[in-house]
């Protein structure tokens, strides 16, 4: 496993739809050197409120969609390396070392977490068997080795932004991996911790069937693509 030590300041991206409960104990556990950016995709729970309370630079995203969240969070970026991660509780940030770190230190360009349970439930089936099918289908059509989407990742933001992403929903993720490969970027692993999101919610993606087949139709056509 890949960990290198961060010593400049890092941004860390957090897209973000009514995530009022998790916030407060996720924006805590922030490292030192590392800000949070709350990309806020139309919270009606006073998400915004509650991050800003808690020191986060927050920006409003539109239109709704994982993707504009996201890319929202990364062009308000300042910061020479950037995190992406969750922000309902099921990653703690103080793992945001292990994905940033080897990109601080010039080892890797794109890193990973790849997620590993820690209680039951915390990954439903039809999530791991959605992300299993489309980390396959990224090793064989773009040769990637890589066994998770991995929402907690990190890279440099000019490189980032000079991939020229264009998906606004689910399938940024996996175009941003998929543009990087073919950029000839060193693409790594590491082990994070994925929990039960906070408070016993459900996740957009991987809480129903229905948001884990949205998700996978939405890669898909980045793949075919």
């Not at 890193?111 to 396959?136: D, E, I, Y």
């Amino acid at each position: 496993m890949i960990i290198a030590s961060v010593r400049e300041v890092t941004d860390v991206v957090l897209p973000c739809l009514n995530e009022a409960a998790a916030l407060p104990w996720v924006l805590s556990r922030l490292p030192a050197g590392f800000r949070a950016i709350v990309a806020d995709n139309g919270s009606t729970d006073g998400s915004p409120e509650i991050a800003a309370a808690h020191g986060a630079t927050v920006v409003a995203a539109a239109p709704r969609g994982f993707g504009a969240a996201a890319h929202a969070g990364l062009c308000a970026a300042t910061a020479d390396v950037v995190c992406f991660m969750d922000a309902d509780g099921s990653f703690d940030p103080r793992q945001l070392p292990r994905v940033a770190g080897p990109v601080a230190a010039g080892e890797r360009d794109l890193v990973l977490g790849r997620r590993r349970p820690t209680a039951r439930g915390a990954w439903p089936v039809h999530g791991r068997a959605g992300n299993a099918l489309v980390a396959w289908r990224l090793r064989r059509t773009a040769g990637i080795p890589v066994h998770d989407l991995g929402p907690m990742r990190a890279a440099r933001r000019e490189a980032l932004l000079a991939l020229g992403l264009t998906d606004r929903r689910f399938g940024y993720p996996l175009e941003m991996m998929v543009r990087a490969g073919a950029a000839g970027w060193r693409i790594a692993e590491v082990d994070v911790d994925y929990a039960p999101r906070a408070e016993g919610g459900r996740s957009k993606v991987t809480g129903s069937v229905r948001g884990t087949l949205r998700a996978v139709r939405d890669m898909s056509r980045v793949l075919a693509s």
